[in-house]
């Protein structure tokens, strides 16, 4: 057969309860130790662990005794560092995990600019990403993995084709378009990535 590509990077999330519950958080870590490590090892690949952002609403998808959104989200924080130590002396120091900071981000602009913030969540459900908090995510990444911004789109244009060929743009059961960020929004949610992650 022929030479298999090995991959750079595997990036990895959780259901975002997932690493704030320890029963959880300890079946995770016996997943990743146990059947992603070998992978991990074999294509000499970086983990990318996100921490996910705490939901819009306190009490959805019965997460109401994870607190406020700062306690559900140190929640987080504090499950998937336990993801990366899980992995850390497992691993040689040319391919250490790492944490994307997304839920960081996400608190950052909740504390910093909450209008924006109610953005960054999916107004069907509250808990996923919409748009914005897409791009803010995908910034976050490529600090994480690059350790530096991606290009700021410059205009309306290059922000929409971003999303020309996203599915649930697209998606007949959505009704509306989604709404992008704004060029103005673009730079904010760039700047705090960068911000965070440095």
């Known amino acids: 057969g022929g030479r298999r590509e090995k991959w750079d990077y595997v990036v990895f999330n959780d259901h975002t309860q997932g690493p704030a519950r320890v029963d959880s958080r300890r079946a995770t870590q016996e997943t990743l130790v146990?059947?992603?490590?070998?992978l991990i090892l074999e294509n000499e690949a970086t983990a990318v662990i996100?921490?996910?952002?705490?939901?819009?609403?306190?009490?959805?998808?019965n997460s109401k005794d994870l607190g406020s959104t700062h306690e559900?989200?140190?929640?987080?924080?504090?499950?998937?560092?336990s993801y990366i130590q899980?992995?850390?002396s497992k691993l040689p120091?040319?391919?250490?995990?790492?944490?994307a900071p997304v839920g960081t981000a996400y608190l950052y602009v909740h504390d910093n600019n909450r209008e924006l913030w109610e953005?960054?969540?999916d107004p069907f459900?509250?808990?996923?990403?919409?748009?914005?908090?897409?791009?803010?995510?995908?910034?976050v990444l490529h600090c994480t993995m690059f350790g530096s911004p991606a290009p700021l789109p410059a205009t309306e244009e290059e922000i929409a084709r971003l999303w020309s060929d996203a599915r649930v743009m697209h998606h007949p059961k959505m009704g509306e378009r989604r709404r992008l960020p704004t060029i103005e929004e673009a730079?904010?949610?760039?700047?705090?990535?960068?911000?965070?992650?440095?």
């Not at 146990?34 to 070998?38: A, D, H, S």
Request: proline share 9%; glycine share 6%; charged share 20%.
């Open 119 to 121: 953005e960054l969540f």
């Open 125 to 139: 459900d509250n808990f996923h990403p919409s748009p914005s908090g897409t791009f803010l995510q995908g910034c």
């Open 86 to 88: 899980a992995l850390r």
């Open 93 to 99: 120091p040319a391919i250490q995990p790492r944490v």
């Open 50 to 61: 996100i921490e996910t952002a705490a939901y819009r609403l306190p009490e959805i998808n």
């Open 187 to 198: 730079e904010y949610m760039w700047n705090v990535a960068n911000n965070i992650c440095s």
């Open 34 to 38: 146990e059947n992603y490590l070998p």
């Open 72 to 81: 559900f989200q140190g929640l987080v924080k504090e499950g998937v560092e």
